[in-house]
């Protein structure tokens, strides 16, 4: 299941006619709108596609200026993203051990703080 918020603009003159589209239809859930001609609406869907049907039939309402997809959640994504996680090497081994025996010298930082070493961001920023 996806889930996905998305803003509406229309002309302040059309807002409430576009909101009302918006109520009325069948293939989003209306949350708010500024004086401005914002509005947030968000849709499901199984999948990308379906999200995509959706957009489509929300841009084609009358006075619909732009309809942009904003944030997206798809259960079947986390889900993929957890397993690719859970197996992969750049989660240090250390967080399956018992880090109060660890000396903190040998743990590798593998991150990316400004392309610098943590060590050397360290030496750098001491006082």
């Known amino acids: ?15 409430d006619d576009v909101v009302n589209s918006l ?3 069948e293939v989003c859930d209306y949350h708010f709108h500024d004086e ?6 968000t849709i499901e869907g199984e999948d990308v596609s379906e999200e995509l049907k959706k957009l489509r039939v929300i841009e084609e ?15 079947d994504e986390l889900e993929r993203h957890m397993k690719v996680l859970d197996n992969a090497s750049v989660v240090p081994k250390v967080l399956d051990q018992d880090t109060t025996k660890i000396d903190p010298s040998t743990v590798v930082y593998n991150g990316d703080l400004k392309k610098k070493d943590i060590y050397e961001f360290a030496e750098q920023t001491k006082v």
Do not use: F, W
């Open 1 to 15: 299941m996806n889930i996905s918020s998305i803003v509406v603009q229309t002309v302040p003159k059309y807002l």
């Open 23 to 25: 109520k009325e239809c």
């Open 36 to 41: 401005k001609g914002r509005i947030i609406i």
């Open 61 to 75: 309402i009358p006075h619909v200026v732009t309809a942009d997809m904003q944030m997206s959640y798809s259960e």
